[in-house]
Structures are given as structure tokens and as C-alpha cells.
């Protein structure tokens, strides 16, 4: 070459060498490709040019242009390979300096097979004509060729068709924007709801295009969305992602119409592409869906690849709450005899998270020690821990039906799900014997099953109350105890048999007394000190007044136990 076109602001490089062509004066358009590559042999490639490092060795002398210059500004290799790995963009670099065809988009992750590219070059009517009042001549601008982008960043305009085939004839051309192929027959215009969209994706695939941002891991890209998704409750700190909603929403943001136009269609079954992009896999998709799930999180495209997205205080803060909440619901379910899949399941995590979180733990849950031989002649329904368990278990699910005696075991399952699924596995027949099903929730209440299952809980309450630190039987510290003071006493009428009983244990105040000195009496003896009528009324935290009205009882208590004369004598 004895002249090289001086490429324009944001010409394709393609572009430059159609220019090249058109003055060059050569008859034959082979002779054009032996000027510019040395070659016969070479393909004319709009988005991936190769043979560029023989492209700079024909250069005009003096010409100071780099392979890398042109890479990075005059072909589409920073939108199309903005999110591979270093290893792989280095690949295609060389193959662009020195292999010789087509660079393969699909092998190298580039674009999916359910990406179809452009198949005419783009032009921006505005574009064309300031062009050619700039630098008199129009030329094929690199951001309008972007399978994807449908309107010009610049003049906020729909993007039209040339009559120019990026793929056709055999390629041995290099052909300009000229007057005759740049026609609009007809004039395009796009609602503006789509517009709008249209114009966010032009202006973000600018940014990469003008950027030479490092090149990042798939993990990077992994981490920064993670991050987003969390904070916008699309996901956990334990990596589990809210695939449905994301979706939903994502396609609520986007509309379908959009979201087919840039080839970007969610499936109806699976998550699609979109799940794949947000899951741990290595696989790298075409640039746009990464800008689509950018813009979408409300990442700047600078920050996504500049900024180690983290999460602030504030956030951090509900994080470690969300977690240690999430670890004690672990510890409760390993220690239940559910299997690991069972509680991956309940946790809507993996087994592999919940087995590495056993270990971070440090959890010595039922099956290790079962593993460990504990049970290994046994099992485990056999063993005094499973029926301890079953005890607990039964008692707590009776406990939450007194509890909210207006839900159905439907809805308590929902809260108390490793329980369930506890009694579900090892103890199914009772549970479905006290499983309650309410068909309309209103007035549906059936008392005296309520009042059966009831009565067990009440005298167990009242035992537990008359063995521990006295304290008052009365129907409210009944109610309290089994957490249902707002219903119980009022719907006595309605529990015969709880009724009786409670009524048949309620104390008067004297009997409350008369009971909490006699357990002061057994206090004071046990813990050795002396019995005299003030280390009593404290102990009992009676108050002196009261003793009077009862000192009766407790002299006559005291002389059973042989403590007459101490008590005489004050
Ligand atoms: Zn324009």
C-alpha cells in the first residue's frame, strides 16, 4: 500500500478497507486483498477482521497504527468479548493478528446458536448525513452493526437496513456506505416503551465498546449479580435464587416483545438463559444478555467491570441476621434425624451447602454419630433418643394446633416445616390422627375435638407448675403457659372436660400461699439454712400480712416436718 485511509470515529474496520478499495484503483478486487494482506487467500469479515499483523506490515511506512489499535477501536471485539475469560479473549486476539478465515463466535462463546447476527449492514440516516457533511463521504459506523442495538446512541433514531450483506457473495469485497445502498424506503419509528430500552441497550454496548476494560472470570461477573441479587431479595446469602420471581420480573421489566426483538426470549418450563447466567456455571452467552441482566440489577456498566460490587453496612448487617437465623434452623433440623436431602429441601439450598455448612458449624448431627456406630446394631426408631424425640415432637404439634386454633395443619406446617417433616417420616399414622383440616376457615372450629386434645396439655402444664417455683393456677397463667390467654378462658363453656379440670385445680390465694411456703420449707432445707418465719416469708416471697391469715397452716406444717419449738419461739 502506498496510502492507508485514516479511519473515522467509530468506523468499522471493514469500513476503512472498503475505502482503501475504492481509491486504490485497481481493476481486479483480488488485487485489492493482495495490497492489504499479502494474500489471495482472506476472507472480507465485518465484526472479527483476521491476518491484521499483515494488514500493519503493508502498511504505508510511516504509518504508526497497531494490530491491538484496531482491535479495540474499529472492530467489535470489545462488545463481543467483554465477558470471556482473559485466557480466551487472548485467543481470539491472536487468531484476529494471525489466523487466517473466520473467527468462530459460537465456539468461543461469543454468541449462541439462538443468536442470529445482522444480516445486513445498519446505517443511521443522520449518521450518513453528517458524515458526509464532516468528512465527505459516509461509512459504516462499528456501533450500528451490533446484532441487538435498533437505534443510534447519538441521534436517538431507529437504525435502518442497507442493501449490503455482511455474509454474502464470496466475501472477496470490502464494499462502503454509499448513496446507493443506504436507503430508507420506509421509515421506521418504535413505541416509545420500547424506544426506550432500545436506547439503554445502544448506550451501554457503547460503553464497552469504547472502554478497554480488563478482561474478567466468570466467577467476577458471578459475584457482582450475586451481590445485586441479594440486595434486591432475589437471592440468599446461601446461595439460593429466587429463579421464579427473577423471572417474573424480568420479564414484567423488559416486556416480552423487547425481550424478543434482542433474541433474549425466556422459555415458559425453565429459567432459560437467565438462570444459567445467575447459577454457578462457567458458560459465557452473548454480550447483550449480560447487559440485559445488568440494567435490570441497576449496575453501571463502568461499575460492573471496574468496582468489586460488596455489600454495604446496612445490608451486611441484615445478611448476618438472615444467616444466623438460617444457621440455628440447621442446627434444629441435624439434630432431628432428617436426612441431608431432606433438609437441603426444607432449606431450599443443596446438599453440598448444607454439608459445608455442617462442617463450618462444626455440627455433630443424628447421622454422623449414627455413622459413627452409635446406632449401628439399632435403628433408629429403636432408640430412647427417637422416643424422647416423638414425645417432644407430639407434644409440640399439639401445642401449636391449641395455639392457633383457627389454622389448619396446612398452614402450621408452613412455619414449622422440619417438625412436619419430622412426623411425616417417623411417626406418620399419629400425625395423620392429629392432623386437623379445615375446609372454610370461618366458624368451622370443632370444640369438643379441641377441647379432647386440650385436656392432655392443661394437666401437663399444671404438673409442670406444681413441681417447679410455685406460681399461681389460675386460667390465665394456664393460657399464658400454652401460649392461647387470648381465647382460653373465654371459651371455657365450650371445653367441658378442660374446664373441669382447670376448675378442679384452681387455687385461692391462701392455697397459693399455703403451697409456696411449703415449697420454701423444702427450699430452705435443701439449700441448708435455717428455718425461721422471715428467711420463709422471703423465700416464699409471701408478704408478712399473708402469713398471719395462714398461721395456721404453717404452724401446722412446720409440726409435721418437727420444726414446733423454732417456730414457738419467734
Ligand atoms: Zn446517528
Not at 367441658?496 to 415449697?519: F, G, M, V
Not at 408478712?544 to 404452724?555: G, N
Amino acid at each position: 500500500m502506498n496510502f492507508f485511509p485514516t479511519p473515522y470515529p467509530d468506523e468499522i474496520l471493514y469500513s476503512t478497507l472498503a475505502r482503501y478499495c475504492m481509491r486504490s484503483g485497481n481493476i481486479k478486487e483480488i488485487h485489492n486483498f493482495e495490497d492489504l494482506f499479502g494474500t489471495r487467500n482472506c476472507i472480507a469479515t465485518m465484526e472479527l477482521p483476521t491476518q491484521l499483523d499483515a494488514l500493519i506490515e503493508n502498511m504505508p511506512a510511516n504509518s504508526k497504527y497497531t494490530a491491538e489499535y484496531f482491535i479495540y477501536k474499529h472492530t467489535l471485539f470489545p462488545f463481543l468479548a467483554a465477558f470471556i475469560p482473559e485466557e480466551r479473549a487472548n485467543k481470539i486476539i491472536k487468531t484476529m493478528r494471525n489466523g487466517e478465515g473466520a473467527v468462530s463466535y459460537m465456539s468461543l462463546g461469543l454468541v449462541t446458536s439462538s443468536v442470529t447476527l445482522n444480516r445486513y449492514f445498519r446505517f443511521c440516516p443522520e449518521c450518513f448525513k453528517e458524515d458526509i457533511e464532516r468528512f465527505g463521504e459516509p461509512y459504516w459506523h462499528r456501533s450500528h452493526q451490533i446484532t441487538g442495538v435498533f437505534v443510534c446512541a447519538k441521534h436517538k433514531i431507529p437504525l435502518y437496513n442497507s442493501t449490503e450483506l455482511i455474509r454474502g457473495g464470496n466475501r472477496q469485497r470490502f464494499i462502503s456506505a454509499t448513496h446507493a445502498n443506504c436507503i430508507v424506503e420506509k421509515e421506521i419509528s418504535f413505541p416509545s416503551d420500547l424506544m426506550e430500552k432500545m436506547l439503554w441497550m445502544a448506550e451501554d454496548a457503547e460503553i464497552l465498546l469504547n472502554n478497554h476494560f480488563e478482561f474478567k472470570e466468570p466467577d467476577w461477573f458471578k459475584n457482582q449479580f450475586r451481590v445485586k441479587l441479594i440486595e434486591k431479595g432475589y437471592a440468599r446469602m446461601n446461595n439460593y435464587i429466587h429463579q421464579k420471581k427473577l423471572k417474573e420480573d424480568f420479564i414484567e421489566f423488559y416486556g416480552y416483545e423487547y425481550l424478543k426483538l434482542v433474541q433474549s426470549s425466556l422459555p415458559d418450563k425453565s429459567g432459560g438463559w437467565l438462570s444459567d447466567m445467575v447459577r454457578k456455571n462457567d458458560r459465557t452467552t452473548y454480550a447483550i444478555r449480560y447487559l440485559l441482566l445488568t440494567r435490570f440489577l441497576e449496575i453501571p456498566v463502568v461499575e460492573l467491570f471496574n468496582t468489586k460490587l460488596g455489600f454495604n453496612d446496612e445490608n451486611e448487617s441484615n445478611i448476618d441476621a438472615y444467616q444466623e437465623l438460617w444457621d440455628q434452623r440447621l442446627i434444629e433440623l441435624s439434630q432431628s434425624g432428617l436426612s441431608i436431602r431432606e433438609i437441603a429441601d426444607i432449606l431450599k439450598s443443596s446438599t453440598k451447602t448444607i454439608r459445608k455448612a455442617i462442617d463450618r458449624l462444626g455440627i455433630e448431627p443424628f447421622w454422623k454419630f449414627n455413622g459413627g456406630g452409635k446406632y449401628i446394631y439399632k435403628k433408629y426408631t429403636d432408640t430412647e433418643e427417637f422416643k424422647i424425640k416423638r414425645e417432644e415432637y407430639r407434644k409440640k404439634w399439639l401445642e401449636l394446633h391449641a395455639q392457633y386454633p383457627d389454622r389448619s395443619s396446612n398452614q402450621i406446617r408452613r412455619n414449622n416445616d422440619g417438625l412436619y417433616s419430622w412426623l411425616k417420616k417417623y411417626d406418620s399414622e399419629w400425625l395423620e390422627q392429629n392432623y386437623r383440616r379445615i375446609k372454610t376457615t370461618v366458624n368451622t372450629v370443632d370444640w369438643s375435638k379441641r377441647d379432647v386434645e386440650l385436656l392432655p396439655l392443661v394437666k401437663e402444664v399444671v404438673k409442670e407448675m406444681k413441681e417447679s417455683k410455685p406460681e399461681r393456677i389460675t386460667w390465665t397463667t394456664i393460657g399464658s403457659k400454652l401460649g392461647i390467654s387470648g381465647w382460653l378462658s373465654k371459651r371455657k363453656e365450650k371445653l367441658p372436660l378442660t374446664k373441669a379440670y382447670i376448675e378442679s385445680e384452681l387455687e385461692s390465694l391462701e392455697e397459693y400461699h399455703i403451697r409456696k411456703i411449703k415449697w420454701a420449707i423444702e427450699e430452705l432445707e435443701s439449700q441448708g439454712k435455717e428455718i425461721t418465719l422471715w428467711n420463709l416469708a422471703e423465700t416464699a416471697g409471701v408478704k408478712p400480712r399473708y402469713m398471719k391469715v395462714i398461721s395456721k397452716e404453717i404452724r401446722n406444717t412446720l409440726r409435721e416436718k418437727g420444726y414446733d419449738f423454732i417456730f414457738n419461739n419467734k
